[in-house]
Protein backbone atom coordinates (compact mmCIF):
# COMPACT_ATOMS: atom_id res chain seq x y z
CA UNK A 1 0.00 0.00 0.00
CA UNK A 2 1.55 3.49 -0.74
CA UNK A 3 1.30 6.17 1.58
CA UNK A 4 2.96 9.66 1.48
CA UNK A 5 2.87 11.02 4.91
CA UNK A 6 3.41 14.87 5.63
CA UNK A 7 4.93 16.67 8.09
CA UNK A 8 6.50 20.07 9.35
CA UNK A 9 3.77 22.53 9.15
CA UNK A 10 2.31 25.14 11.39
CA UNK A 11 2.63 28.83 11.77
CA UNK A 12 5.21 31.19 11.67
CA UNK A 13 5.83 34.83 11.33
CA UNK A 14 6.16 36.73 7.52
CA UNK A 15 9.65 36.60 6.74
CA UNK A 16 10.44 32.95 8.65
CA UNK A 17 11.30 29.38 7.53
CA UNK A 18 9.51 26.43 7.99
CA UNK A 19 10.78 23.20 6.79
CA UNK A 20 7.96 20.36 5.37
CA UNK A 21 8.69 16.63 4.80
CA UNK A 22 7.22 14.06 2.90
CA UNK A 23 7.61 9.98 3.48
CA UNK A 24 6.79 7.80 0.75
CA UNK A 25 6.11 4.06 1.91
CA UNK A 26 5.10 1.48 -0.31
CA UNK A 27 7.28 2.01 -3.70
CA UNK A 28 9.60 4.68 -4.63
CA UNK A 29 8.46 7.20 -7.36
CA UNK A 30 10.45 8.60 -10.50
CA UNK A 31 9.33 12.47 -9.39
CA UNK A 32 8.16 13.62 -5.98
CA UNK A 33 7.10 17.18 -5.15
CA UNK A 34 4.85 19.68 -3.22
CA UNK A 35 1.10 21.35 -4.64
CA UNK A 36 -0.51 23.76 -2.40
CA UNK A 37 -3.93 24.77 -2.17
CA UNK A 38 -5.36 28.28 -0.19
CA UNK A 39 -9.29 28.67 -0.09
CA UNK A 40 -11.36 28.82 -2.76
CA UNK A 41 -8.08 28.56 -4.72
CA UNK A 42 -7.21 25.67 -7.53
CA UNK A 43 -4.36 23.63 -6.07
CA UNK A 44 -1.23 24.71 -7.88
CA UNK A 45 2.56 23.49 -8.29
CA UNK A 46 4.77 24.69 -6.03
CA UNK A 47 8.14 22.17 -6.96
CA UNK A 48 9.17 19.13 -7.85
CA UNK A 49 12.24 17.07 -8.53
CA UNK A 50 13.26 14.14 -9.87
CA UNK A 51 14.96 10.70 -8.41
CA UNK A 52 18.19 11.49 -9.58
CA UNK A 53 17.56 15.01 -8.47
CA UNK A 54 19.08 16.60 -11.40
CA UNK A 55 16.07 17.91 -12.64
CA UNK A 56 14.02 19.95 -10.79
CA UNK A 57 11.31 22.86 -11.51
CA UNK A 58 9.79 25.18 -9.22
CA UNK A 59 6.54 27.32 -9.54
CA UNK A 60 8.24 31.14 -9.69
CA UNK A 61 6.69 32.48 -7.14
CA UNK A 62 8.86 30.30 -4.66
CA UNK A 63 12.22 30.66 -6.63
CA UNK A 64 14.62 31.82 -4.53
CA UNK A 65 13.07 30.75 -1.43
CA UNK A 66 11.59 27.87 -1.58
CA UNK A 67 13.95 24.83 -2.06
CA UNK A 68 13.17 21.31 -2.87
CA UNK A 69 15.61 18.67 -1.98
CA UNK A 70 14.99 14.74 -1.48
CA UNK A 71 16.66 11.45 0.34
CA UNK A 72 16.21 8.04 -1.61
CA UNK A 73 17.62 6.15 1.14
CA UNK A 74 14.48 7.50 3.90
CA UNK A 75 12.17 7.35 0.40
CA UNK A 76 11.88 11.12 2.00
CA UNK A 77 11.28 14.33 0.02
CA UNK A 78 11.36 18.59 2.00
CA UNK A 79 10.44 21.36 1.08
CA UNK A 80 12.95 24.29 2.68
CA UNK A 81 10.53 27.78 2.68
CA UNK A 82 12.18 30.78 3.53
CA UNK A 83 11.49 34.24 3.45
CA UNK A 84 7.52 33.40 4.11
CA UNK A 85 5.21 35.48 2.95
CA UNK A 86 1.65 35.72 4.13
CA UNK A 87 0.45 34.50 0.42
CA UNK A 88 2.06 31.36 0.95
CA UNK A 89 -0.71 30.29 3.52
CA UNK A 90 -1.90 27.35 2.13
CA UNK A 91 -2.50 23.38 2.59
CA UNK A 92 0.39 21.99 1.35
CA UNK A 93 0.28 18.11 -0.36
CA UNK A 94 3.25 15.97 -1.41
CA UNK A 95 2.56 14.37 -4.57
CA UNK A 96 4.42 11.65 -6.40
CA UNK A 97 4.68 10.57 -9.59
CA UNK A 98 6.18 7.55 -11.74
CA UNK A 99 6.17 9.33 -15.19
CA UNK A 100 7.85 12.82 -15.87
CA UNK A 101 7.91 15.71 -13.89
CA UNK A 102 5.15 17.98 -14.94
CA UNK A 103 3.43 20.98 -13.25
CA UNK A 104 0.13 19.63 -13.25
CA UNK A 105 -1.81 17.97 -10.45
CA UNK A 106 -2.90 15.16 -13.29
CA UNK A 107 0.93 14.18 -13.59
CA UNK A 108 1.03 12.87 -10.06
CA UNK A 109 -0.40 9.34 -9.05
CA UNK A 110 -0.56 9.95 -5.34
CA UNK A 111 -0.96 12.66 -3.02
CA UNK A 112 -0.34 13.12 0.74
CA UNK A 113 -3.09 13.92 3.04
CA UNK A 114 -1.59 17.72 3.25
CA UNK A 115 -0.07 20.03 6.36
CA UNK A 116 -1.14 23.16 7.02
CA UNK A 117 0.73 26.15 6.59
CA UNK A 118 -0.24 29.59 7.75
CA UNK A 119 2.05 32.96 7.04
CA UNK A 120 1.00 35.93 9.60
CA UNK A 121 2.06 39.64 9.03
Known amino acids: QVQLVESGGGLVQAGGSLRLSCAASGRTFNVMGWFRQAPGNEREFVGA????????NYADSVKGRFTISRDNAKNTVYLQMNSLKPEDTAVYYCAAAAGFLGSSPQTYNYWGQGTQVTVSS
Open 49 to 56: MTWSGRIT
